[in-house]
Nanobody, 129 residues
Framework: DVQLQASGGGLVQVGGSLRLSCAVS????????IGWFRQAPGKEREAVSC????????FYGDSVKGRFTISSDNAKKVVYLQMDNLKPEDTAVYYC??????????????????????WGKGTLVTVSS
């Protein structure tokens, strides 16, 4: 079974940094895509980032470009989301997810969550002002 486990959330002040981790099991780490999404209370789910080894592409949502960085440690089967210069509007539950198909399911400038087939439990990030 494919399993994804996000961790690393917590409380941080405005301007601070956090690194989220997504531990992956159950599928090959040689050819994969892992995405990060977030959902704040009362708001719709938002695509944050995605990394694909199939076509060596990365995706970042407009609200996090220049502040967040996605990377991976293939030996550990972990995908990271480095979040810098955090803002109160980054407060949300963050989820990692994976598609069965190759590549990040990006359509134009967006990455719908419906393109993902596997989801992990979320980790809460709270940015205090």
């Amino acid at each position: 079974d494919v399993q994804l486990q996000a961790s690393g959330g917590g409380l941080v002040q405005v301007g601070g940094s956090l690194r989220l981790s997504c531990a992956v099991s159950g599928f090959s780490f040689d050819d994969y895509a892992i995405g990060w999404f977030r959902q704040a209370p009362g708001k719709e789910r938002e695509a944050v980032s995605c990394l694909s080894t199939t076509d060596a592409r990365t995706f970042y949502g407009d609200s996090v470009k220049g502040r967040f960085t996605i990377s991976s440690d293939n030996a550990k089967k972990v995908v990271y989301l480095q979040m810098d210069n955090l803002k109160p509007e980054d407060t949300a539950v963050y989820y990692c997810a994976a598609p069965e198909a190759a590549g990040c399911p990006v359509i134009g400038d967006v990455m719908p969550g419906e393109g993902m087939d596997y989801w992990g439990k979320g980790t809460l990030v709270t940015v205090s002002s």
